[in-house]
């Protein structure tokens, strides 16, 4: 007999991203009457996102069509300036905006904290009934003996190092579900599971990945513009003959949240992704904007760079694959979240 205590639902979503909570939203919308529970491992909602982004409004503007109106904190900051450098040691060209392809422009979009989206997103979600359950990472996935997915067990908590019981002890609960979601981002343990048991990758292109480098700085007034966008490529990785590239978004509250990809089969077995964001910080015209301020946040995260033809099958018996579980990068137009 389990120890476990269980919990019914119809739908229980791995993941509190914005994915993870759209997705529970556009399901309350559909049928009120749905039981569906977010499983979030952060501490808080968004607390594992540290990213900027800009926003294409187009998929929110069919999710909540009122969210401007709604203290949404994407929409504190349209995008105002829209620039792609490239970058040499010492210098660098700004590409007219005529010359770069229609869907890297900007204009109509947003740019802010996408953790604060997903907070934001989780008070909507739990506005509409939905049950959001931070510091819960799902450990286990449950099948029936058909071999369907019917839930999630989550992880046990008061384990020691060396595997035995601590006081605290707790076993997991075994959330059951008619569906269940994974949007655990990229390269999610569970989702990986999927992949392989359903064989879900057997008619795509195997999936790439970059290792997204991200800070967040409090920067000098005088050198902040709200809105102004700036990508790069070029210089450092150009050295190397490496793939990648760095993004510097002005955002609210005189704040600026950057970072640097660089594309994890690099070749050059002395590349590396932080010294390389390193540089790039150094370069005179990042150093400008940065020099004064202070970096308030850092952190990473792996981002799934294979694009459509890289998607794998999204259902299997049971389940689904949502946001960068599903591979849903928009790489041409550096964007996912929308």
């Known amino acids: 007999m389990s120890e476990r205590e269980s919990m019914p639902c119809d739908v229980v979503i791995i993941g509190g991203g914005v994915a993870g909570l759209a997705a529970a939203i556009r399901l309350k919308q559909i049928n009120e009457d749905l039981e569906v529970v977010v499983l979030e491992k952060g501490s808080e909602i968004g607390a594992h996102i540290l990213s900027g982004a800009v926003v294409d409004p187009k998929a929110l503007?069919?999710?909540?069509?009122?969210?401007?109106?709604?203290?949404?904190?994407?929409?504190?900051?349209?995008?105002t300036e829209n620039h792609h450098w490239v970058l040499s040691e010492g210098g660098k060209s700004d590409m007219p905006e005529f010359l770069l392809p229609p869907f890297m422009?900007?204009?109509?979009?947003?740019?802010?904290?996408?953790?604060?989206?997903?907070?934001?997103?989780?008070?909507?979600?739990?506005?509409?009934?939905?049950?959001?359950?931070?510091?819960?990472?799902?450990?286990?996935?449950?099948?029936?003996?058909?071999?369907?997915?019917?839930?999630?067990?989550?992880?046990?908590?008061?384990?020691?190092?060396?595997?035995?019981?601590?006081?605290?002890?707790?076993?997991?609960?075994?959330?059951?579900?008619?569906?269940?979601?994974?949007?655990?981002?990229?390269?999610?343990?569970?989702?990986?599971?999927?992949?392989?048991?359903?064989?879900?990758?057997?008619?795509?292109?195997?999936?790439?990945?970059?290792?997204?480098?991200?800070?967040?700085?409090?920067?000098?007034?005088?050198k902040h513009e709200p809105g102004r966008v700036i990508h790069t490529q070029g210089w450092p990785l150009s050295e190397t003959g490496t793939w990648g590239g760095g993004f510097l978004y002005h955002q609210?509250?005189?704040?600026?949240?950057?970072?640097?990809?660089?594309?994890?089969?690099?070749a050059n077995p002395y590349?590396?992704?932080?010294?390389?964001?390193?540089?790039w910080k150094h370069h005179p015209a990042i150093a400008a904007i940065l020099e004064g301020g202070k970096r308030v946040a850092y952190g990473a995260r792996v981002i799934n760079e294979g694009g459509w033809q890289s998607v794998p099958k999204l259902a299997f018996p049971g389940g689904a694959l949502i946001g960068c579980a599903a591979g849903f990068v928009n790489v041409p137009r550096i964007k996912g979240s929308h």
């Open 271 to 279: 590349v590396s992704p932080y010294q390389e964001f390193q540089r």
């Open 252 to 266: 609210a509250n005189g704040q600026v949240a950057l970072g640097f990809v660089t594309a994890l089969d690099y």
């Open 61 to 79: 503007d069919e999710l909540l069509p009122d969210w401007r109106d709604m203290d949404c904190p994407m929409a504190e900051t349209p995008v």
């Open 105 to 222: 422009g900007n204009h109509g979009n947003y740019t802010g904290s996408l953790g604060n989206l997903a907070r934001w997103l989780g008070e909507q979600a739990e506005g509409l009934g939905v049950m959001v359950f931070p510091g819960f990472p799902a450990a286990e996935v449950l099948f029936n003996e058909a071999g369907a997915v019917t839930g999630v067990v989550t992880q046990d908590m008061g384990i020691a190092e060396d595997g035995s019981h601590k006081p605290d002890y707790q076993p997991g609960m075994e959330i059951h579900a008619k569906y269940t979601l994974f949007a655990e981002g990229a390269r999610g343990n569970l989702t990986k599971k999927m992949k392989a048991k359903y064989d879900l990758e057997a008619d795509c292109q195997p999936q790439v990945y970059g290792l997204g480098i991200k800070e967040l700085w409090d920067i000098d007034a005088d």
